[in-house]
């Protein structure tokens, strides 16, 4: 069989779900799975469908056409197609901190996770042992204030060339440019050190030490513009008290920044997040 | 607008989404939430769909007979529709702990929970009071050894006078007869003070005490012949340490039987649990 | 026997804890339980005692006399001390809500809460009857823009007359004037609808749903001069998703705040909290 | 300075506290942390503490003699006395599972443990590659029913030359003897893939997923001659629902097993567990 996951939000209306549900069943489609959530403030219609089809019969790209013509056109949807036996090409960027990257490659080593690692790009040298002892590629390219924009175009070149879907920046130590961000919307997962929105910026943990706060967080989200200010994919936290130095803090906190960031890493893969108004539905 | 919520569950096939979609379409509804799952392991098809129809032209008794006969028969469902204009009617079978009454009345005082509560019942005299300053009618109806089954026989016409639709029990301290629970398969809603299945029985907080354990927790599930054994529906933890003493341990699971019996409740009310395998699937 | 516990900070020097448990034993005392902290980035001191004498031969007054010169002096300690046998005389203060209140007389009436309740104050008249279903003295002040300073002084007078120890606002809808803050130091517990420092301010889960945060939270915290400033005492979380309206967000809210207020109450309660530098050292 | 940690246990009676904070005082000694628990129903104390000395003037065998003659014969203590300078020695036991071996290693290797790891055993060679990208030595030693025997002897007389101090079950898939436990009694760190005490023995996410729980956990615990009764150090547990496969469970579980059995190796490696009756006080 072949299986395909579909996509959909759009403006809601009646009808949608049976039409949409109806079209698979008649191009011969048996669903699989079916996630839908209306939010009633902005009357958006979101929908996750997966199907199968005769791997004799089906070709996507005329189903595409055809659900276009029929179906997205009709209600003006904004949809995306993916091939279930198509793994997404994700790029990991990093800096010194090696706990992310270890998670994220040991995961990957053991299978758990559906994606490609075509290429690591870095700001620094550091962490290239630990690619090499995977496997995978590692290209350090410099950045400071004036090689940033020349580093960004060839690290976008390596991008294309490996085909890459996504970006998971793994504790990635600089800010993103606009350019970039264009080229991957929704496509840029952060892991961010602090429960946001509280403690944006560089020093969460110092920050969360001074407040005496009881408990920290994570928080991975899809990079935007707006620094620390992108849609939330997930969250967790853990417990802190006074006995709790700042290191502490930040041992807590790593440990909680992979397990975050890897079930974000988990839900981009498997197609399980929409975005729409700079909030995610996460159909979990 | 006239607002129902079917629930469905049959042997997994093909197309069984696009039929009652289809058919919901047809009969001039508007499908407004839908929830699905299938169990692979057992290949079982589970629905929930929140429908809406025009009030004026609307029979929920034709629409029944049609939708057994059209889709209802061909796939063998199992399947029960509800009207959201109609409140399920709840009994509360308490003893003498009062947490989880308080809990239970202070929540549907505040139209927290979409249910109507015609009476309570107790083999105890002491929670009158709490009843009476809700006004709510108090049944005290004495249990022994001897009297059990006569004393059954008036709880059962009481809940038929009453007509209600299902009973939670808010730490009623009686084995519940099979009589009761053929009455209410699936219906009657336990708060049990353990993590199930470890530590089942009536002591659950000194065995948890004596192991040692870093985490007690509470189980709400529904009441079936095997003790302890039914399908759980929902569950919550909080963490101990070698500092709490079994009375702490015994507060600190009150809370926690409040909160958990309070969840299974609205799940329940709002039709989101079905009950498969002696498992419940949670549309949440 | 006869139990006292001893709160304490100072500068940490060497030597605090061998003088101090020296003269409980020398004063013929046993100590119970001892807790201790030492800030090093503050290099502060900070200790808890529980001791038992004699009944027989004990005097507190006496005992302070000695303490404070032996021992309070020669580190220049802030320490205060507590007969075991004398419960803290709680205010609560309220407006409209009633989940904090209903939550806090539950477990009043539960003997929970090592409290005495002597009165509840509101601006507003609709929560007498819940009073009165426990019992206790409920002053209805109206508080408005004009009202607020005579108001005050109706309350601080009501405070004084009964002897009120610390006050719990339970969801008290109006911002606490510096008269009362000073008069009640560290001792007027507030519950904050968020998790603070994120979203402070008056509507925390309209903010949190617009933001599309995984979790909400509740804080609760001392009261000081600067709003949502005050040092933390507690904090619990619970998830959100994309399904849940902001109704939701505000009721699932609401198990939190109850939950934490309450443990923020016991901290308080059984002198377990110490403030210093605007955060709290809990010995938990 | 001088850091050293002293753990403590014995009846309880009066003045312990007193006798043994005057005793280091005398010796010259700056109490750094203290720590203590009475266990009112077996009547046990329990105290950790930390403490500093001149490095010129304090001599370790010579404080332990007059500590054990003065304080430790008196009131008939359990105690210990460990350097803080000096870091004990781990051993790892695997199999097939890297999971917990790369976690544990990735920490050792970001500084997180204060552990030495002199080596890693193992009754399969398959992970020997992750030990040498570690630059950990490590041993393959085959273990069959006929020769379980000799090999234990082979591990233990490994033990002793790499002077091992304790040893972490990492996922090791094999019954520890008799004699190692002996040798190592509370010694030996367990990750048990469950929550204990539900679900013990070898396939608990099967278990689990057959009893349709909403929570699944996993437990650290010392290794004693009862399989999975040993005294528990650290538990931990996620949410799982109708949604998650067994793989799915065995999945979140290998997150839970990671994050448990590093927290209870920071536990045990900090002197923080002291084990009585079969249950642990944890000074965390």
């Given at each position: 069989?072949?299986g395909i996951?579909?996509?959909?939000n759009?403006?809601?209306?009646?009808?949608?779900?049976?039409?949409?549900?109806?079209?698979?069943?008649?191009?011969?489609?048996n669903?699989?799975?079916?996630?839908?959530?209306v939010?009633?403030v902005?009357?958006?219609?979101f929908?996750r469908l997966?199907?199968?089809f005769?791997?004799?019969?089906?070709?996507?790209?005329?189903f595409?056409d055809?659900?276009?013509?029929?179906?997205g056109d009709?209600f003006?949807?904004?949809?995306h197609?993916?091939d279930?036996?198509?793994?997404?090409?994700?790029?990991?960027?990093?800096?010194k901190?090696?706990?992310?990257?270890?998670d994220i490659?040991?995961?990957?080593?053991?299978n758990?996770?559906?994606?490609?690692i075509?290429?690591?790009i870095?700001?620094?040298?550091?962490?290239?042992?630990?690619a090499?002892s995977?496997?995978i590629?590692?290209?350090?390219?410099k950045?400071?204030k004036?090689?940033k924009?020349?580093?960004e175009?060839?690290?976008?070149?390596?991008?294309?060339?490996?085909?890459v879907?996504f970006?998971?920046?793994?504790?990635?130590?600089?800010?993103?440019?606009s350019k970039l961000?264009e080229?991957y919307?929704?496509?840029i997962?952060n892991?961010?050190?602090?429960?946001?929105?509280a403690?944006?910026?560089?020093k969460?943990y110092?920050?969360?030490?001074?407040?005496?706060?009881?408990?920290i967080?994570a928080?991975?989200?899809?990079?935007?513009e707006?620094?620390?200010?992108g849609?939330i994919i997930?969250?967790?936290?853990?417990?802190?008290s006074?006995?709790h130095?700042i290191?502490?803090?930040?041992?807590?906190?790593?440990?909680?920044?992979?397990?975050?960031?890897?079930?974000?890493l988990k839900?981009?893969?498997?197609?399980?997040?929409l975005?729409?108004?700079n909030k995610?539905?996460?159909?979990n």
């Open positions: 069989m072949k996951t579909i996509l959909i759009c403006n809601d209306s009646k009808g949608i779900i049976a039409s949409v549900t109806n079209f698979i069943a008649q191009q011969g489609g669903i699989v799975y079916i996630d839908q959530h939010d009633r902005d009357n958006m219609f929908m997966e199907c199968e005769s791997k004799s019969t089906f070709a996507v790209q005329a595409q055809v659900f276009s013509e029929v179906i009709k003006e949807m904004n949809w197609l993916y279930s036996d198509v793994k997404p090409k994700m790029a990991i960027f990093v800096s901190y090696e706990h992310c990257l270890y490659l040991s995961r990957y080593s053991a758990e996770l559906e994606v490609d075509p290429l690591i870095s700001n620094h040298p550091d962490l290239e042992h630990i090499q995977f496997n590629p590692y290209y350090y390219i950045v400071t004036e090689t924009e020349a580093a175009d060839i690290q976008l070149n390596l991008l294309k060339e490996f085909k879907n970006i998971v920046l793994a504790r990635y130590m600089q800010i993103v440019s961000i080229e919307p929704n496509h997962i892991i961010h050190h602090s429960f946001l929105p403690f944006p910026g560089a969460p110092h920050s969360a030490y001074k407040r005496g706060v009881k408990i967080g928080t991975s989200h899809y990079v935007t707006d620094l620390d200010e849609p997930e969250q967790d936290i853990t417990r802190v006074h006995t130095t290191k502490d803090f930040i041992l807590k906190g790593r440990d909680l920044e992979k397990i975050v960031l890897s079930r974000a839900l981009h893969t498997k197609r399980k997040v975005v729409f108004n995610t539905v996460v159909f």
